[in-house]
């Protein structure tokens, strides 16, 4: 008799907790939509998203520099350019050493012995060798002066090149004013360098040597090999003061990188101070506190 009351009984909770729980996950779902123009609502205690959340929403970002990211800037550049010109250089002034010998010459660099060719025969044929080798040593302190120079300028830009792999900031003062030194003393010494070249060459070329030899070479049809400045030594000058620009050019730029470098490190100690002046203020702080509530 009184088991149906029960039963309705325990259908009216089993009813009653499913309607709990229908309002319940109701106002789950709808509480979101609710606070939909609110940000999420994190711990108080954190103040940020879950670590998880953080790694999810801002992607972790790598700064990896290489070494050419440093080596290729505007100086370095200018220095690998300047090491190319400083080849060339040293190219030209063995090409003209070399056309400049002489058909018959067997002294100087890689003179041309084609004999078999050649119309002149007997004495015109010694003469014009000893004429050759003559002139051939006349140019030779053009050359001997010109690679070393040529090639110690190349070896040493490329050592600051090679120097240049970090930050202007993280290199030495030391190594930024000497590739500034460097820089000015080889612009204005190739422009004196150049000078010097083709005045030795005009000099040598106004010798009686050289003036008999493009007269025996004229006789027997050989009209380019005369006394003029010949294509090889003008190459010569011309990559020699293209080296002199770049070289001035290297060194303005230098000189920039040296003042920005100054101004950041002196930036960087003026932050620094002010980070240790406040926070010496925030440790006196509590002292002022703590003596007034005494």
Not at 251 to 257: A, D, I, P, W, Y
């Amino acid at each position: 008799m009184s088991q149906p009351p029960r039963s309705n009984r325990g259908h009216r909770e089993r009813n009653g907790d499913h309607r709990h729980y229908r309002e319940s996950h109701d106002d789950r779902r709808s509480s979101p939509d609710r606070s939909s123009s609110r940000p999420p609502y994190y711990p108080r205690e954190a103040d940020s998203p879950p670590k998880h959340v953080r790694e999810r929403e801002v992607p972790r970002v790598e700064h990896n520099e290489s070494k050419c990211t440093h080596i290729c800037s505007r100086r370095g550049i200018v220095l690998i350019c300047s090491v190319l010109t400083n080849s060339l250089v040293l190219i030209c002034l063995v090409a003209a050493q070399m056309v400049t010998s002489g058909l018959s010459s067997m002294g100087g660099l890689g003179g041309f012995d084609i004999n078999s060719n050649f119309n002149l025969q007997g004495t015109e044929l010694q003469k014009v060798r000893d004429l050759d080798m003559q002139y051939s040593l006349m140019r030779a302190p053009g050359l001997y002066g010109g690679i070393p120079f040529s090639l110690t300028l190349g070896v040493l830009s490329l050592l600051f090149v090679v120097a240049g792999n970090k930050p202007p900031h993280l290199m030495s003062r030391k190594l930024l004013y000497g590739a500034l030194v460097f820089q000015a003393v080889a612009a204005v010494g190739y422009v004196v360098a150049v000078g010097l070249y083709l005045h030795f060459v005009i000099g040598v070329n106004s010798t009686d040597v050289c003036q008999q030899r493009e007269r025996l070479y004229a006789r027997n049809g050989y009209t380019w090999m005369n006394c003029d400045v010949g294509g090889a030594d003008a190459a010569v000058a011309l990559f020699g003061l293209i080296t002199a620009i770049l070289y001035t050019v290297g060194t303005v730029l230098t000189f920039q990188t040296i003042r920005r470098v100054k101004r950041y490190l002196e930036e960087r100690k003026r932050r620094e101070a002010e980070k240790q002046k406040a926070r010496a203020e925030a440790q006196r702080a509590p002292l002022r506190a703590e003596t007034t509530s005494v």
